[in-house]
């Protein structure tokens, strides 16, 4: 069957115009994880590949070549890790700020709520290809399609995982048309939303980190910002 491609939404993918399109655009992924099918989707990070089932998500560590002692993670925002994410309030707070106020990308790793009635449903080879040592990666701030998203799958009880949509170690991809073939190749809905806002030559992704101790468990996009902006909150990031 030929996958569904869309394109011509915006020429970046922060600058989504029309909000109608944009939430059919969410919704019909949606549909398609909850069929069991994978999609390619557009973040102010990266071009990333998702699933919600297990066979999914299996189909995307093998399209992507990925090693299972690397975790996928749960597509997400500020409000969503409240929700899931066993943080005291001043850190999800901070997480917010960032998120919502500072604008800065980033991922939160920490101890998760695996009996929330959002993951609680969850096939349990996608938690555990999703999760570590009782930690969960969350894309908090994602851009405006990962934000609908992130709303949208809550709403209908669709938790949304995968990774960036690349062969591993071969670089963070910033267009769709940049994805490998053999990535493309798996995913039954494609959207193409332009140039990642955050693109750049390094091939860089989100900057992660654990939110347990503010340890850096990856540098990325924006990380002297993020640093620079955590300071002023008399957070130092343990690199």
């Not at 399109?21 to 994978?38: M, S, Y």
């Not at 996928?72 to 960032?98: M, N, Q, T, Y």
């Not at 555990?128 to 009782?134: H, I, L, R, T, Y």
């Not at 939110?211 to 955590?230: I, T, W």
Request: aromatic share 8%.
């Amino acid at each position: 069957m030929q996958p569904t491609i869309v394109t011509g939404r915006a020429e970046r993918t922060d600058q989504v115009k029309d909000q109608a399109l944009l939430r059919a655009d969410v919704d019909a992924v949606l549909d398609v994880l909850a069929d069991g099918g994978i999609a390619v989707i557009p973040t102010c990070l990266t071009y990333a590949i998702v699933g919600h089932k297990g066979p999914a998500v299996r189909g995307i560590f093998t399209a992507k070549n990925r090693s299972y002692e690397k975790p996928c993670g749960l597509f997400g925002s500020a409000a969503l890790s409240r929700e899931v994410h066993d943080l005291p309030e001043e850190k999800h707070a901070i997480a917010d700020w960032l998120a919502n106020e500072a604008g800065l990308p980033f991922s939160i790793v920490a101890a998760f709520h695996a009996s929330h009635p959002f993951l609680a449903k969850v096939d349990a080879d996608v938690i555990g290809n999703a999760s570590k040592v009782g930690t969960m990666d969350m894309v908090v701030s994602g851009g405006p399609f990962v934000a609908a998203l992130a709303a949208r799958s809550f709403e209908r009880g669709i938790p949304v995982f995968g990774s960036s949509a690349n062969r591993s170690l071969s670089g963070s991809k910033y267009t769709l048309m940049e994805v490998e073939p053999e990535v493309r190749a798996v995913a039954a809905i494609q959207l193409d939303y332009g140039v990642s806002r955050w693109a750049t030559p390094l091939g860089l992704s989100s900057t992660i980190i654990d939110f347990r101790d503010f340890s850096v468990v990856r540098k990325g996009h924006c990380f002297d910002e993020l640093a620079r902006a955590l300071a002023g909150r008399g957070v130092a990031l343990k690199t």
